[in-house]
């Protein structure tokens, strides 16, 4: 099965700061990644789907990036309305594997 | 608009079993692969089956192989997870979610489980 690995786990940041988390892939997953924002209580939403692709809707401010292993979600000024929860998700292969999740956090 | 309506959750004794169910509307079923993910309280996403739109195909995780049992009604307009030999780390909040080429673009609101004796 393939393992997703984020990072940081947590991240305390302030509105206006540029953001990167990092999502590793055990093994090569092509562009079969996703990103998913989660507010408490709330269901997951599709932000980028393929790497790169923005979902309709998501703002600008979202980017996603990488290819193989190695994928990074940015986001460029955060927003107070961005501090959730972020989660991988591969679907290179069955099982789809989610990342453990990024929770941001108000500094 | 695109609607998922999981049901079925429940208190079940360790070793029982549940079926969920999730009714979608708003969108052509049998043109989509649907999805269950599962949430426990407090921790993070867990994907757990998938089945494909065309050919019936399923996928599930380590955790639940053997033991969970995906599967869709087209007519309906309905997806399932039968479950059983149910344990305590399977309680969760069990979303059904829409698969569009692999990724998950609408999901239902979920259906707790609760594995207790």
């Known amino acids: 099965a393939i393992q997703l690995t984020q990072s940081p786990s947590s991240l305390s940041v302030s509105v206006g700061d540029r953001i990167t988390i990092t999502c590793r892939a055990s093994q090569g997953i092509s562009s079969n990644l996703a990103w998913y924002q989660q507010k408490p209580g709330r269901t997951p939403k599709l932000l980028i789907h393929?790497?790169?692709s923005l979902e309709n809707g998501v703002p600008s401010r979202f980017s996603g990036s990488g290819s193989g292993t190695d994928f990074t979600l940015t986001i460029s000024s955060l927003q107070p309305e961005d501090f959730a929860t972020y989660y991988c998700?591969?679907?290179?292969?069955?099982?789809?594997?989610f990342g453990q999740g990024t929770k941001l956090e108000i500094k | 608009e695109v609607q998922l309506v999981e049901s079925g959750g429940g208190v079940v004794r360790p070793g029982g079993s549940l079926r969920l169910s999730c009714a979608a509307s708003?969108?052509?079923?049998?043109?989509?692969?649907m999805s269950w993910v599962r949430q426990a309280p407090g921790k993070g996403l867990e994907w757990v089956s998938a089945?494909?739109?065309?050919?019936?195909?399923?996928g599930y995780a380590d955790s639940v192989k053997g033991r969970f049992t995906i599967s869709r009604d087209n007519a309906r307009n309905s997806l399932y997870l039968q479950m059983n030999s149910l344990r305590a780390e399977d309680t969760a909040l069990y979303h059904c979610?829409?698969?569009?080429?692999?990724?998950?673009?609408?999901w239902g609101q979920g259906t707790l489980v609760t594995v207790s004796s």
């Open positions: 998700q591969q679907f290179n292969s069955y099982p789809h594997s």
């Open positions: 979610s829409r698969r569009r080429a692999g990724h998950l673009d609408y």
């Open positions: 708003g969108f052509t079923f049998d043109d989509y692969g």
């Open positions: 089945i494909n739109w065309s050919d019936g195909n399923t």
């Open positions: 393929d790497v790169s």
